[in-house]
């Protein structure tokens, strides 16, 4: 059978609208016996609140065929040999939810060391020495085993501590995603990637990275469709640098598709793996291509 990738954001939706032709695409490509897969770098809500999203906006699927960041995040550390037992979330309740549900034991963020300073190191501007004498005051907990970052929309200098501590003591250091920005209702915000960095940055080590552009979110959708050696696999996705590479890196074919191009210069810039092998306009335009011959 053959695999169909999506990307959902920019590519079937944008915001709570609908593509053009996104339902008559995707029920086109199953009806031919396409296997039809929507995978995301967001690793903030779980497979279960996308199939909620997808069945709201009536492009059909189901949890089989979702594959999130941090399902995937879970599924690589549950296959890691040691398995960590104990893992500290950088992140959303998602991506929490998605590592529990593997069998791995996860810190509540609301325990976390440093997640209820008293007022007086609370406020900012006020007393920044009552900040760091309530830091180092704290009673610590033995290091986890991995520590597991996403976008953390609460972040924290006491989590970024937590997570160098950490990693500083041998923990493994893995993340869902490295996107530069967060795109949400007209405007950026900081991605996870940013979150990262800083973590990076702190403890000079290198997170391994699941979400695209790395193969592991791909990999984890190629292995649920327990592929028959041979088919093809196809990507369809809005970013030169983040589905482009990601595809080739698995050996699928890279569709770019141009609604949700964020970055106006993406494909001209585009080098190696980020080019993409055909550029569409319009998802009607995919049935145009010989790559979906006969769909
Ligand atoms: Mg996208």
Redesign the pocket.
């Given at each position: 059978m053959s695999i169909a990738i999506f990307?959902?954001?920019?590519?079937l939706y944008r915001g709570s609208q609908v593509m053009p032709y996104a339902k008559e695409a995707l029920d086109r490509l199953r009806r031919a016996g396409w296997d039809v897969f929507f995978a995301?770098?967001n690793s903030t809500a779980t497979r279960l609140d996308y199939l909620r999203r997808l069945q709201t906006l009536g492009l059909g699927g189901d949890l089989d065929h979702i594959v999130t960041s941090g399902y995937a995040t879970a599924h690589y550390l549950e296959r890691r040999n040691p398995k960590p037992k104990d893992v500290l979330v950088i992140g959303a309740d998602g991506l929490r939810e998605e590592v529990r549900a593997v069998g791995i034991s996860v810190r509540d963020a609301n325990t976390l060391p440093g997640s209820h300073p008293p007022p007086d190191a609370a406020a900012d501007g006020v007393d920044p020495g009552a900040m760091r004498r309530y830091l180092v005051s704290l009673d610590l907990p033995a290091a986890p085993d991995a520590v597991v970052v996403g976008l953390d929309l609460h972040l924290t200098y006491a989590k970024v501590a937590e997570a160098q501590r950490a990693i500083l003591a041998g923990a493994e250091f893995v993340c869902s995603n490295r996107d530069r920005a967060y795109p949400v209702e007209g405007r950026l915000l900081p991605g996870a990637g940013t979150i990262v960095a800083a973590i990076e940055i702190a403890t000079g080590a290198k997170a391994v990275c699941i979400g695209k552009p790395e193969p592991f979110l791909f990999e984890e959708v190629i292995r649920r469709a327990a592929k028959p050696h041979g088919d093809r696999v196809v990507v369809v996705?809005?970013?030169t640098d983040?589905?482009m590479v990601a595809a080739h890196r698995v050996g699928a074919a890279g569709v770019l598709i141009t609604t949700?191009l964020?970055e106006k210069d993406a494909l001209k810039a585009a080098s190696g793996d980020a080019v993409p092998d055909r550029v569409v306009h319009s998802l009607e335009e995919l049935f145009d291509l010989g790559e979906f011959a006969g769909a």
């Open positions: 990307d959902m954001d920019g590519v995301t770098n996705g809005d970013s983040y589905d949700g964020t």
